[in-house]
């Protein structure tokens, strides 16, 4: 983080971290240029897919019920990983009963989000059958999601640290962010999850995001990156 914020400080001319942060305080452009430095946006459709195929076989018959499920996907950058919560989910459900909210920090990453347009390169780890389902090519390098997916699916932006938390979900899914957090704000997001899961709701998270002590935090290990609540 530091080695990125210096790079960003020396690119903008810039004498030290006193200038720079007056500088991103009072100009909304190089604000917007710094978040979108700071916040690695790497994602990408059936991310971890050892970890989806646990998800599917495993987690789902516990969470999803008559009336349908309702998921967040937090952290969700530009939407590789709700996008293909919704397509994994239609196969069990009817879409009309699959309510995903996904959000992130970043407002650039969800702008690409809701337009659901990809590369060929970023679809690479989709299951062929979903590719070929749910897109349309757009052109001779792009693809874009069907709108039924889309539909399924709301955006918002969301910051994990401050903002108020939504509630009432089955499933959380929360990858490949709080790594970047310290142990403190880990607690602190792990104990807010867990008011937002509905009761038996899971949370799942990233690979090297384990919870040290589940139970402090309300939560009882079922299988591997995934959580239930206490
Ligand atoms: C590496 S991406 C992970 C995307 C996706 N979950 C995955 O595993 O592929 C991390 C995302 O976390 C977002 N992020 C960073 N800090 C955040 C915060 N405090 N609240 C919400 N999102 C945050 C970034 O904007 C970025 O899009």
Request: hydrophobic share 40%; aromatic share 12%; with cysteine.
């Amino acid at each position: 983080m530091k080695r990125r914020i210096d790079s960003l400080i020396m690119r903008n001319r810039i004498s030290g971290y006193s200038e720079y942060v007056n500088l991103i305080r009072e100009n909304k452009e190089k604000y917007d240029e710094f978040m979108g430095y700071i916040t690695i946006n790497v994602s990408e459709f059936w991310r971890n897919a050892d970890q989806w195929t646990i998800l599917e076989n495993k987690i789902l018959p516990m969470v999803i019920k008559d009336n349908g499920i309702k998921v967040w996907s937090a952290a969700c950058s530009t939407g590789d990983e709700p996008y293909s919560l919704a397509m994994l989910l239609a196969d069990h459900l009817p879409i009309s009963k699959i309510r995903i909210m996904a959000t992130d920090l970043d407002k650039q990453v969800l702008l690409k989000a809701k337009s659901g347009i990809y590369s060929e390169k970023s679809l690479a780890g989709l299951p062929a059958r979903y590719r070929n389902k749910y897109f349309v090519r757009k052109n001779d390098s792009s693809f874009e999601i069907v709108g039924d997916i889309k539909r399924c699916i709301t955006f918002k932006e969301h910051d994990l640290l401050n903002a108020n938390y939504p509630s009432c979900f089955d499933l959380i899914v929360c990858r490949n962010v709080l790594i970047y957090f310290t142990d403190e704000a880990k607690t602190a997001v792990f104990k807010r999850f867990n008011r937002s899961l509905n009761d038996g709701g899971i949370l799942f998270l990233g690979s090297t995001e384990q919870i040290l002590y589940p139970k402090e935090v309300g939560f009882a290990p079922i299988s591997s990156f995934f959580y239930k609540k206490l």
